[in-house]
Nanobody, 115 residues
Framework: QVQLVESGGGLVQPGESLRLSCAASGSIFNILAMGWYRQAPGKQRELVAHITSGGITKYTDSVKGRFTISRDNAKNTVYLQMNSLKPEDTAVYYC?????????WGQGTQVTVSS
């Protein structure tokens, strides 16, 4: 079993930054990738970014150049640095951990970007 604990969400104005954190615990050694999804009101949940066990990163087009995913192996933690935030980034952000044929989800953290 894998447990994921998220933190760092909040309310910010357009152009500001937030850093989300997701700490993994439990049976973490078989994790193939970790990342972030988000779901805005009335929209499908979408993949924002992920990082594989080999350090390869991917981003959805709308956040490229603004968001950076990274990891701290010593802390078993993945981060999402979100810069130049826009109102359309408003969503609940969910951390996930992907194992072979199985995945785990965090509880979600609200990010609101509004003036």
């Amino acid at each position: 079993q894998v447990q994921l604990v998220e933190s760092g969400g909040g309310l910010v104005q357009p152009g500001e930054s937030l850093r989300l954190s997701c700490a993994a615990s439990g049976s973490i050694f078989n994790i193939l990738a970790m990342g972030w999804y988000r779901q805005a009101p009335g929209k499908q949940r979408e993949l924002v970014a992920h990082i594989t066990s080999g350090g390869i990163t991917k981003y959805t087009d709308s956040v490229k150049g603004r968001f950076t995913i990274s990891r701290d192996n010593a802390k078993n933690t993945v981060y999402l640095q979100m810069n130049s935030l826009k109102p359309e980034d408003t969503a609940v952000y969910y951390c996930y951990a992907a194992l072979d044929y199985k995945g785990y989800w965090g509880q979600g953290t609200q990010v609101t970007v509004s003036s």
